[in-house]
């Protein structure tokens, strides 16, 4: 069967009639937002990202927690506070993303949070840089229930890897890609979905048929080639593409950049999902990378309560109206990826 088709179908074999329900609340409350320019907000989010910890051991360009450039606080997710928010939200949450910031393996109790989650079947899902996917690790990935694992990928040879991925090692991405390859044969299980996401920037494109290529001999699912944020664009960067097709941001005629997409008083993020930080803080999702709009505390309220409350839907009635007031937005595209 298509690698694709199986991961889908084992998304949906997790729906549930209440998952089913609020999603269609939440799909029905955007779009009569839309229309009239209002905020609606019916249901609970669909999909949620809990931040693990802000802590790496790469150093990689154009990343907050590579540069260690934070201004919060580097930690690591209390176990007490994400099963609290999980039991709280699992009856209507059909998707879970352990990510935000930082490297997800270095939290030691990380897949325990998984298992966790996928005993409510959840669907969840990480992103990693793919080194302490150690032969062990790997066993405890593939036995934790995960769904999807994104491995960060971003060059075929060790000379273009480590131009972003300053400090990786690319042997070890592919000894970790190897180890839970190998044992979702030796457990008999089609799970975790296995990613290569491919950072198109101007240092690797070149080498963009070559990781399909070795996406194929290792045996991965699927290829991601991801788009990437460049924070001070407007006078170029090397890390821009030359194929424009895998560039946010356009040259203009003055020689300067601008980012390609049209900036619309809306967002399909703010009505169904968000983004915990690995000490509770609730932001409106993955571009508020320092926390600087902060929705609400889940150490000091449950989050049913903060998601319906009067600051969230100001916040969402700024984007129905004045998208552009929100400094983090002038620099989104919602995430642009080409799948290949």
Same mark, same amino acid.
Request: some cysteine; aromatic content about 4%.
């Given at each position: 069967?298509?690698?694709n088709l199986t991961d889908g179908l084992n998304f949906i074999s997790k729906l549930t009639w209440k998952r089913f329900l609020n999603?269609?609340?939440v799909l029905a409350s955007y779009y009569f937002s839309k229309f009239t320019g209002k905020v609606y907000h019916w249901g609970l989010p669909i999909s949620i990202?809990?931040?693990p910890t802000t802590s790496c051991?790469?150093?990689?360009?154009e990343c907050p927690s590579g540069l260690r450039s934070f201004t919060r606080p580097t930690g690591m997710l209390s176990d007490e506070m994400f099963r609290q928010t999980i039991d709280e939200?699992?009856?209507t949450l059909s998707y879970l993303i352990f990510y935000f910031q930082g490297e997800p393996y270095l939290h030691p109790q990380f897949l325990e949070l998984v298992q966790y989650a996928a005993r409510k079947k959840i669907y969840t899902a990480t992103s990693t840089n793919a080194h302490y996917l150690s032969d062990v690790q790997a066993k405890k990935t593939v036995e934790s229930g995960l769904d999807r694992l994104i491995i960060s990928i971003d060059g075929t040879t060790q000379e273009v890897y480590e131009q972003y991925r300053v400090g990786g090692k690319l042997h070890k991405v592919i000894e970790?890609?190897? @180890?839970?390859?190998?044992w979702k044969k030796a457990l008999k299980s089609s799970t975790p979905h296995i990613v290569f996401q491919f950072l198109v920037v101007r240092p690797n494109e070149h080498q963009i048929e070559e990781v399909k290529q070795l996406a194929k001999?290792?045996?991965?699912d699927e290829v991601a080639l991801k788009t990437a944020q460049i924070y001070d664009y407007e006078q170029g960067s090397d890390l821009i593409p030359t194929i424009e097709k895998y560039a946010r941001y356009q040259q203009q005629a003055d020689g300067s950049y601008q980012i390609k997409? @049209?900036?619309l008083n809306h967002c399909w993020k703010m009505w169904h999902s968000c983004v915990i930080t690995w000490d509770g803080l609730v932001v409106p999702c993955c571009f508020d990378k320092d926390a600087e709009h902060r929705l609400g505390d889940l150490t000091q309220t449950s989050f049913k309560t903060l998601w319906k409350a009067e600051s969230y839907q100001r916040f969402r009635q700024v984007v129905l109206k004045s998208r552009s007031e929100i400094e983090m937005c002038k620099n989104c595209t919602e995430g642009t990826q080409v799948w290949a």
């Open positions: 069967m298509n690698r999603a269609t609340q990202s809990f931040e051991n790469l150093r990689c360009s939200l699992s009856d970790g890609t190897k @180890h839970i390859v190998k001999e290792l045996e991965v997409n @049209h900036l």
